[in-house]
């Protein structure tokens, strides 16, 4: 059994949770748990499984759940320490990676179309199928079947499409099931909307993504029962859209996700593209464009490693890519003027939709620059100081000679 020290990524920390909820979480003459289950608790518990070293293979949703389990058992044992709350994760952690891999299927729809169908899709160790109409194996839940889970009209156009996993749990397999959809989403709205600017005349609280989901996503098992009756749903569905014709796309969708899975397979930062990739889709699904200008921002600041920084060294390292540097800086910053007056006095701008076609240009170019240099660079604090460059071609020179100059004192 591990010791606190390496149970635990930050054991003092860690210590200052179990702390507060021995302040918080009292036992009654029943042996039950007294509440305390506020803001404190959940905190503490969250901080409890953000902190406990698992094992790779333990989802989010596990990780807490497991932490909660724990804290409670070692509370009813009048035994809430660090070390009694470590062996109970530990525990739970070995019984759930013990338990066997099952399949099972999300069912879900897709704003698309084509003549043919499309060819199935095997990404981050799942399938993803699509056809006009989904297989008759399927049965609705309930729930789905009255038709009250969101509001406006249901798509009738949109293609289903299936993701097929494989997991211990259900919850899980959803949640993974969901991420891997998005993740190809991500990859195909990406392609679709690079380089383009959008101009709505008159659909201004339309998503920018071409390709979204539908309102309704149904776990199921192999054989097509529903799993557990888990359903997930768009809260922000309104309509559907017109279906993207990927037919005339569909070569080039396929070639710009091949070289994005390359990436993602051999890049040394293959998770913050992943992550980046998912921010970015998510962002872009928004109605609401001003939640999806602040989204698409924090990418930025993500991506030139500024979250930390102040907004002059994130204009700098943004507009490193622009064929007109001094001009775009001074442009960017009008985009900053307006994330700061959203955030500090909640406007939302009439001109949001060109704020977003703005931001999104240069997350992209990023995000491009990242995909296909990123083995030069060992972190993404790294690549952030690369952005700091000077830009000016003889300012490159004299940098370069300066390096050389410095390897050669150095060898």
Do not use: C
């Not at 959803?174 to 990406?190: C, E, K, S």
């Not at 998770?271 to 872009?284: F, M, S």
Request: glycine share 6%; charged share 25%; proline share 5%.
């Amino acid at each position: 059994m591990r010791g606190p020290e390496r149970a635990w990524s930050d054991p003092n920390k860690a210590a200052i949770a179990v702390r507060k909820l021995k302040e918080i979480l009292g036992l009654n003459e029943k042996g039950e748990v007294t509440v305390g289950w506020g803001a404190d608790t959940d905190n503490a518990i969250e901080l409890i499984s953000s902190l406990f070293r698992f094992s790779e293979g333990v989802p989010a949703n596990i990780r807490y759940e497991t932490a909660h389990r724990a804290v409670i058992e070692a509370r009813k044992a009048d035994a809430l320490e660090l070390s009694a709350v470590a062996a109970r994760i530990s525990e739970k952690q070995a019984d759930y990676v013990r338990k066997p891999f099952i399949p099972y299927v999300l069912l879900t729809s897709l704003s698309l179309r084509a003549r043919d169908r499309l060819p199935r899709v095997h990404l981050d160790g799942a399938s993803i199928s699509f056809a006009r109409s989904a297989p008759r194996r399927f049965k609705m839940p309930d729930r789905v079947r009255r038709g009250t889970l969101h509001h406006g009209p249901p798509p009738s156009a949109y293609w289903s499409a299936w993701i097929k996993v494989k997991s211990r749990d259900a919850f899980s397999a959803g949640v993974r099931a969901l991420q891997t959809v998005d993740l190809l989403r991500g990859i195909w709205n990406f392609r679709i909307n690079h380089g383009t600017w959008r101009i709505s005349m008159g659909a201004g609280d339309a998503p920018f993504n071409k390709i979204l989901l539908g309102p309704i996503h149904t776990l199921h098992h192999s054989n097509g029962r529903p799993a557990d009756d888990l359903i997930w749903w768009e809260p922000d569905y309104v309509q559907p859209l017109s279906p993207f014709d990927v037919d005339q796309h569909l070569v080039s969708l396929k070639r710009f996700e091949a070289q994005v899975r390359r990436g993602l397979k051999n890049s040394p930062h293959g998770g913050v593209l992943r992550d980046a990739i998912l921010r970015y889709v998510r962002a872009l699904d928004e109605r609401d464009h001003s939640t999806s200008f602040l989204r698409l921002w924090s990418l930025l600041e993500d991506l030139t490693a500024t979250s930390n920084a102040d907004h002059s060294t994130t204009v700098r390292r943004a507009t490193f890519l622009s064929p007109d540097p001094e001009f775009h800086r001074l442009a960017f910053d009008q985009l900053r003027r307006w994330r700061n007056r959203i955030v500090h006095e909640g406007e939302s701008a009439q001109e949001a939709e060109r704020m977003i076609n703005e931001v999104k240009s240069y997350a992209e170019a990023l995000f491009l620059l990242l995909l296909r240099h990123g083995a030069r660079f060992k972190d993404l604090s790294e690549f952030g100081k690369f952005l700091d460059s000077p830009t000016a071609p003889t300012d490159i020179r004299r940098r370069q000679s300066h390096l050389r100059l410095a390897l050669t004192i150095r060898r």
